[in-house]
C-alpha cells in the first residue's frame, strides 16, 4: 500500500501529475508481487523517483516472498516428527537456521551478492554501448534486481528488444533468472553440497531435473513452432533463432521479458507459453506458477500408478500420501483461479480467448509477458489483474503452508470403498 | 470400420454419389463413439440408409462401451480382496453377474427398455405435429436411441431447434440423456435399491449427487450469463429462458443437442461449457468427459487436506490411495490430449482459441456440441478430432481399468521425504 500511495504522487510520474489510482496500484502490486505485468510504460510513464519506487518494491517484495516461503517450509518441516526434521535441517543446513533473524540475514546476503555479482556482469557493457558511468550503474543495477527476483520490470522503453541479439546481457539475464527461479532451498543446496548430486535433497533433485527439462523443451517446442513465422524469428539466421528459443523458454520459468511481440507469436505457441508459464518456478522462489516441485509429484503419482506401485518413490525416497493431495490442491486452486479471472476478463473486455488466458495465466504465475492486454483494460479489469497477482503470488504459497500444518492423526478408519474412476 | 465402409457407399448419400473417405471415417467414428459432431449435415448429405448404418453404429457403440466399462470394473472389483469384492457384488448384486454373457444381456434389455420407453412418449408428438406413422416411429426411435447413448445425432437438418418451446420433446430427451449418463452401475444399484439412499453403493451416491449438483450450477450460470444475450435467449419470456439453461446444462453431461448457435454465446458461456463438457458423466456410462466420480474423488481429497485428515472419507468410507492417483492419471492424460490436440487444430485451421478449444474438448468427451468447425475444418484436422473422439471414449476407460489392474504388493518401503510443494 505503502508504494501505491509513493506512486500515485506527482513527483513519481515524468509528466509531473498525479497517476490513476488503479494505475498505480497495478504498479506496485505488479512490483511487489515481481511479476512486470504494466499498464503503462515503466520508462516513458514514470520519473526516476517513480523507477526508484519500483526496484525498491521489487526488492523488498522479492526478499519477502523468500523469507515467508522459507521460513514456512521450516514450519512445515517442525511439524513432521524426529526424521522429518532432520531430513529439512539436512536442506537447510548451511547456515543452521532455526530463527527468522538468522534466515532473513541469509536470504538478504545470498540475494544481494548474486545481484551485485550479475550487476558487475552487465555494466561494463552498458558502458561499452556509450551510456555514461551513473546510466550505466543504475541499468545494470536495475536488470539484475528485476532478473534476479524474476520481476521482468525494464528501464527501457523497448524493453530487452535493443539487446536482442547481445549475449553479454542476455546471458546474464538468464542466468540470474534461472537462478532466482530455482528457489531458496535449493540455493542453500547447492551452496552446501556443491554439485554433488547424491548429496542433495529430493527437493533440490526435483527441482533442478524438471527445470532444466522444462527449460530444453520449452526452448525446442517453441524454436520449432516458431521457426518459419516472418512476424517473430523467421527470417533471422540460425543462431539467433536459437538465442531466441532459449530466452523464450527461460522467460516461461517466470522472468518475463520479451524479445518478440507475444501477439505475433502463433496461437499454438501462445498456448506453449501458457503451459509453461501456469507450471512456473521452483517452491520458495520469487517465481510463480504452481511450481516444479508439484508437477514432478504429480508425474511420479502417475508413474507409479502405471507401474502398479502402491508407493510413490524416487531416488530411494517415497513422497508421503499428504503431499500429493497438497500437490492437488495447488494445481486445482490454479486452474479454477485462472478459470474464474479469464471467465471475468473475457466478459469485461470482449478481447478473444488467447489473449485473456495468456494475460491471466501471465498475472497468476507473475510472470509479465503480456500480450498488451493489460494497458487496454478498464478499471474493472485491472482490478481482476491485481486480485490474480496477489493471489498467485501469496496463495498458493500460503495456500501449501496451511494445508500441511493442519495435518492431524486419526484414531480409526472407515472402511475402505472405491468409486469407479473413468 | 464396417461402418465407413457401408457410409463410403453411394446407396448410403442422399445423391447417390460416394461420399469422401475422412467424411465417411468421421460420421462412423462420431456414431460408434456416440459423439455427434459431424462434418456433413446427418439430415440432408445421408440417404435413409446412411441414417439407419448411423442409428445402428450409435446402438451398436453405445451397447458395447457400457458392456466394456461395466466388464472392466467387473475385472478391477475382482482383484479387490473378498471385501472389495462383496461391496462390488452388492454393486452389482441386480443381476448375479459374473459372465460376460449374462452382463450382455441386462445391459442390452435395460437399454432397450429405456430407449422404447422414450420411443413410446415422444411418438404420439410427432404423429400430433402432422407426421405420418412410420414417419413419427422412426423419429422417435432415432431420438430415443440418441438420447439414451448421449449421442446426440439428429435426424432433422435444424436439429431440434424446431422444438425449442416443445417440452414433449425436450422433456423425455433431457430425462433420457440424463438417466444414460449415470452409467451402467448407478442404473443397476437405482433398479436394486430404488430410491433408498443410505443403501447404495458410494460409486452411486457420488455419481448422482455430483451429476446433480453439476446440472443445477450449469443451468444457473448458463443462465445468468445468457440471460440478456440478444443473440441466444436474451429476446425470450423468462420461462422459455429457464428451459433454455437446463437444456443447455443437462446437454454438456454429454448428450450435445443444441437450442442456440454455439457461436453467438458469450466467450465466458463457452468457457463455462468446456468446463462442464471436460467433467462429462458417470462412469461406464455412454457420457464421456473424465467423468463425475474422478471430479468428486478429487475435489474430496482436497477437503481432506483441508480439514488435516490423514484419509480421503465421505459417507462413512474410506477411498483408498490407489483410486485418487488413478482419478490424477484421467485428468492429466485428459489435459495433456485436450492441450496437444487444441495445439495442433491451431496451426491446421488457423481459427481463434475458443472455438477450436470448444470443439476439441466437445470431441475428447464425445459431447458433440459444436460451433461448426469441424465442417470447415480439412482432413487433416478431421483425424485428428477423429482421434481425439476415439481416444476420449477408450482411452480413459481402459487407461483406469488398466491402472487398477496393474496394483501390486511391495515387500519394502523406502523413507519418506517430501520436497516443498506449491
Ligand atoms: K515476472
Ligand atoms: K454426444
Known amino acids: 500500500m505503502v508504494f501505491t500511495v509513493m506512486l500515485s504522487l506527482p513527483a513519481a510520474s515524468r509528466d509531473g501529475h498525479a497517476t490513476a489510482f488503479h494505475d498505480a496500484l497495478f504498479t506496485a502490486v505488479s512490483a511487489v508481487c515481481v511479476t512486470g505485468l504494466t499498464t503503462v510504460s515503466t520508462a516513458l510513464h514514470w520519473s526516476f523517483f517513480g523507477q526508484l519506487v519500483i526496484l525498491t518494491g521489487i526488492f523488498v ?20 516428527g524426529v526424521r522429518g526434521k532432520l531430513i529439512a535441517q539436512e536442506a537447510m543446513n548451511a547456515g543452521r537456521l532455526g530463527e527468522v533473524g538468522t534466515l532473513l540475514r541469509i536470504v538478504i546476503s545470498t540475494s544481494v551478492a548474486i545481484e551485485a555479482a550479475l550487476a558487475l556482469v552487465m555494466a561494463p557493457r552498458f558502458l561499452v554501448l556509450g551510456e555514461t558511468l551513473p546510466q550505466a550503474i543504475w541499468h545494470a543495477a536495475f536488470y539484475s534486481i528485476s532478473a534476479f527476483n524474476n520481476a521482468g520490470f525494464t528501464p527501457h522503453s523497448d524493453g530487452v528488444v535493443p539487446y536482442e541479439a547481445d ?6 539475464l538468464m542466468v540470474g533468472g534461472f537462478i532466482g527461479s530455482l528457489g531458496f532451498p535449493v540455493l542453500m543446496v547447492l551452496l552446501a553440497t556443491g554439485f554433488r548430486f547424491r548429496k542433495w535433497t529430493l527437493h533440490a533433485k526435483l527441482t533442478v531435473q524438471v527445470s532444466l527439462l522444462l527449460l530444453a523443451a520449452g526452448a525446442v517446442l517453441w524454436g520449432a513452432m516458431e521457426w518459419t513465422n516472418p512476424a517473430t524469428i523467421g527470417n533471422m539466421d540460425v543462431g539467433d533463432k536459437i538465442t531466441h528459443s532459449i530466452f523464450a523458454s527461460v522467460m516461461t520459468r517466470s522472468l518475463g521479458f520479451n524479445l518478440v511481440d507475444m501477439n505475433s507469436m502463433h496461437s499454438s505457441t501462445m498456448m506453449l507459453t501458457d503451459a509453461l508459464m501456469f507450471v512456473g518456478g521452483g517452491s520458495a522462489s520469487t517465481a510463480g506458477g504452481i511450481k516444479v516441485t508439484t508437477l514432478a509429484v504429480m508425474f511420479l503419482a502417475i508413474v507409479a500408478e ?5 508407493d510413490v518413490k524416487i531416488y530411494g525416497r517415497t513422497i508421503p500420501q499428504g503431499t500429493m493431495r497438497v500437490a492437488i490442491s495447488v494445481i486445482m486452486m490454479g486452474a479454477t483461479l485462472v478459470m474464474i479471472a479469464t471467465g471475468l476478463l473475457l466478459a469485461i473486455s470482449g478481447q478473444s480467448l488467447d489473449r485473456v488466458l495468456f494475460e491471466t495465466i501471465s498475472a497468476f504465475a ?10 487496454e483494460l478498464p478499471p474493472s479489469g485491472v482490478y481482476v489483474l491485481c486480485a ?35
Chains 1, 2 share one sequence.
Open 388 to 422: 490474480m497477482m496477489f493471489f498467485g503470488r501469496v496463495g498458493s504459497i500460503t495456500l501449501a503452508a496451511a494445508l500441511a500444518l493442519r495435518q492431524r492423526r486419526q484414531l480409526y478408519h472407515y472402511p475402505e470403498e472405491r468409486p469407479i474412476i473413468g
Open 306 to 310: 502405471a507401474r502398479g506401485d502402491n
Open 366 to 375: 507473475t510472470v509479465g509477458l503480456s500480450t498488451g492486454l493489460s494497458a
Open 61 to 80: 517484495g522479492g526478499l519477502g516472498i523468500l523469507t515467508l516461503a522459507s521460513l514456512m517450509s521450516l514450519m512445515v518441516s517442525k511439524r513432521l
Open 167 to 172: 549475449l553479454w546481457i542476455l546471458v546474464p
